[in-house]
């Protein structure tokens, strides 16, 4: 449970909420973000002032740095956008989605535009409506609150910042700003402190989500409130979780890596969002994962909406340097069970269905070289060379294999192995070998 002050709005009237412990001070008027200098805020921000019309780009290569401010007009009337066409320019955290540089009206935006996720699932959530919030320029000089609702620049300062943009970079819209940068106000420090409480908090939530969905466990789904996901996803939380039941009952295993979580804080919400490449027997596939946290009525921090992003990552390379380790080692375990003719042992790195030869269970793998060591005992088995491949149903393991035993018999030749994830390590479920020419 949670015991601090957590979100905050600057408003004429406010709300007091309790959100596990904490002092919660809300309202639907505006909100003062608060951006901490801690690890998970990413290494680029964008955060838009829209009470002083500024848009500032903070770096954090530790410590957090204001890298330089622009000037920006936002919607003509202030608060926090809830409907489409009321001219407001909605608050929260959000991520550009595309780049257009096409068929724009120059004079109203100018050659470039960068698109924003508005809205949001806790803007769905809240029943917020309209769609096209963009950040981009102007034909001509820009002048405070004029846009309907988007976030724009003078031409030559969305030529600096479009580099800074590209799709996934985080953008922070508040009516104020407090920060642990230098030069800009700071938040007082009960408020810091509490920010970077549940900035770990959501970081090992986020990791233990992870786990759970590798896992095909069920607790994966009390990582939600069902009632808010319904309403922020458009579809029955029931149905969610029924499929991926099904999923989790069918499929054999399941791996996901990710890469650093980054989090922010909303006006009444938390985001957190990682890379994320994701393995099963039926698909592979890698983007950007985000989860929305918000206090459920008990005042626990519960998923209330999910987005998911495809993209060209280089991930597959980063799981393949992953996993090469763990199966050298587990490669490693079997080959010395081998050489000394421990049975059992040697077994327990079989699948239950495993084939090796005419062999089709581990079992019968078992009950062979029982029959063969007690002859012919192993003194060689000299593995080198191994390769590590990713294949549909697993990693595909090949090697260079030497083998002697205690007749002098010997042979050489190259050894196939398919493995498949068994939990956190892994188990054979078919072996080949062919002779050396």
Not at 164 to 184: E, F, H, I, M, N
Not at 284 to 299: A, F, H
């Amino acid at each position: 449970m949670l015991h601090t002050p957590f979100f905050r709005r600057v408003a004429r009237f406010s709300l007091l909420v309790v959100l596990g412990g904490f002092l919660v001070a809300s309202d639907a008027q505006s909100w003062e973000a608060v951006v901490t200098d801690s690890p998970r805020v990413p290494p680029r921000l964008i955060v838009v002032e829209k009470t002083v019309q500024k848009l500032h780009l903070y770096e954090r290569k530790s410590p957090l740095k204001l890298q330089k401010t622009f000037l920006c007009t936002t919607g003509q009337k202030t608060g926090d956008k809830v409907a489409s066409g009321d001219l407001r320019t909605p608050e929260g955290v959000y991520f550009v989605v595309d780049k257009i540089d096409r068929g724009l009206n120059f004079q109203e935006y100018g050659g470039i535009a960068h698109t924003l996720n508005y809205p949001n699932p806790v803007d769905k959530l809240h029943g917020k409506t309209g769609h096209g919030i963009w950040i981009h320029s102007r034909g001509r000089p820009i002048t405070p609150l004029e846009t309907k609702g988007c976030i724009a620049l003078d031409l030559s300062d969305i030529d600096q910042l479009g580099a800074q943009l590209p799709t996934g970079t985080a953008v922070v819209v508040a009516d104020t700003v407090r920060s642990d940068a230098s030069g800009v106000p700071k938040p007082d420090g009960e408020t810091s402190a509490a920010s970077t409480a549940i900035t770990r908090i959501l970081e090992q939530k986020t990791r233990d989500w992870n786990a759970a969905w590798a896992g095909r466990e069920k607790s994966l789904f009390e990582y939600y409130w069902p009632e808010a996901y319904t309403k922020a996803q458009g579809e029955s939380f029931q149905s969610f979780r029924s499929q991926k039941e099904k999923l989790f009952a069918t499929l054999p295993w399941v791996q996901i890596i990710y890469g650093d979580i980054q989090v922010l804080q909303g006006p009444d919400y938390w985001v957190s969002w990682f890379s994320q490449y994701y393995r099963a027997p039926n698909l592979s596939t890698e983007g950007i994962r985000r989860l929305y946290w918000q206090p459920d009525n008990k005042g626990e921090l519960r998923i209330v909406g999910m987005e998911w992003v495809p993209m060209d990552l280089g991930m597959e390379t980063s799981y393949l340097e992953t996993v090469t380790p763990n199966v050298t080692a587990y490669i490693e375990r079997w080959r010395k069970a081998w050489l000394a003719g421990d049975v059992k042992g040697y077994g327990s790195f079989y699948a239950p269905a495993a084939k090796q030869g005419g062999r089709t269970s581990a079992q019968s793998i078992m009950q062979h070289k029982q029959l063969t060591w007690a002859k012919n005992k192993p003194v060689k088995v000299e593995l080198t060379g191994l390769r590590v491949m990713i294949v549909q149903n697993g990693v595909k393991v090949d090697m260079m294999q030497s083998y002697r035993d205690s007749t002098g018999y010997q042979d050489k030749g190259v050894k196939t192995v398919l493995l498949q994830p068994r939990g956190n390590d892994w188990s054979i479920v078919s072996e080949d070998w062919s002779a050396a020419p």
